[in-house]
Nanobody, 121 residues
Framework: QVQLVESGGGLVQPGGSLRLSCAAS????????MGWHRQAPGKQRELVAV???????NYADSVKGRFTISRDNAKKTVYLQMDSLRPEDTAVYYC???????????????WGQGTQVTVSS
């Protein structure tokens, strides 16, 4: 079984920074796209950023220039560096990854349990 475990959430003042981490473990042959989504109270879950196996990132317009996604393939870990945080960034942040368990299998989608990020003075 595959698990994604997030860490790094918390309370931060507006303008501050946080770094989220998400480590994959279990029966893993290959990790394809990895990403971060978030869900604020009363709102739908939305994409924040994704990164391909080769390291090419894509960002939601709302976080461009403030957030940076990266990955360490050897550690099976994806990161989200969040700078210049705003109150509207407050949400539960979820890690997501497409992972193949075998050389011949198509990737399945996995999600972490979520980590709370609160931006408030």
């Amino acid at each position: 079984q595959v698990q994604l475990v997030e860490s790094g959430g918390g309370l931060v003042q507006p303008g501050g920074s946080l770094r989220l981490s998400c480590a994959a473990s279990g029966k893993i042959f290959s990790i394809w796209q990895m990403g971060w989504h978030r869900q604020a109270p009363g709102k739908q879950r939305e994409l924040v950023a994704v990164i391909g196996r080769g390291g090419l990132p894509n960002y939601a317009d709302s976080v461009k220039g403030r957030f940076t996604i990266s990955r360490d393939n050897a550690k099976k870990t994806v990161y989200l560096q969040m700078d210049s945080l705003r109150p509207e960034d407050t949400a539960v942040y979820y890690c997501n990854a497409a992972i193949s368990a075998h050389p011949s299998s198509s990737p399945d989608d996995y999600w972490g349990q979520g980590t709370q990020v609160t931006v408030s003075s």
